[in-house]
């Protein structure tokens, strides 16, 4: 088992960066697909990215493709993303998840993940 931690949220101006981590215990997390996901308040949570084991393959919630990078560094143990031409809309407790599998079919689906971070908070003002 994995137990993601997320960090790196914050305050930012519209147009700016931001970089988040998620770094988890286990000799096994390099094996696991991971993914991001965001909830604004009185939203539904929201599929962001999501990275196979290998870091070959990236997959991007139509919202954030060209803005937002996921990568992987498997030897630390750690997933970014990446978040750049911020907007206000992207304001949100960003989570990350990860499970033992590649599946093409549902990877945007928040409860084919058995493992989750707390969150953290990303604001982005106008």
């Known amino acids: 088992q994995v137990q993601p931690v997320e960090s790196g949220g914050g305050l930012v101006q519209a147009g700016g960066s931001l970089r988040l981590s998620c770094a988890a215990s286990g000799r096994t997390f390099s094996t696991y697909v991971v993914a991001w996901f965001r909830q604004a308040p009185g939203r539904e949570r929201e599929f962001v990215a999501t990275i196979r084991w290998s870091g070959d393959s990236t997959y991007y919630a139509d919202s954030v493709k060209g803005r937002f990078t996921i990568s992987r560094d498997n030897a630390e143990n750690t997933v970014y993303l990446q978040m750049n031409s911020l907007l206000p809309e992207d304001t949100a407790v960003y989570s990350c998840?990860?499970?033992?599998?590649?599946?093409?079919?549902?990877?945007?689906?928040?409860?084919?993940?058995?493992?989750w971070g707390q969150g953290t908070q990303v604001t982005v003002s106008t």
């Open positions: 998840a990860a499970r033992p599998y590649w599946r093409g079919s549902d990877y945007y689906i928040a409860g084919t993940y058995g493992f």
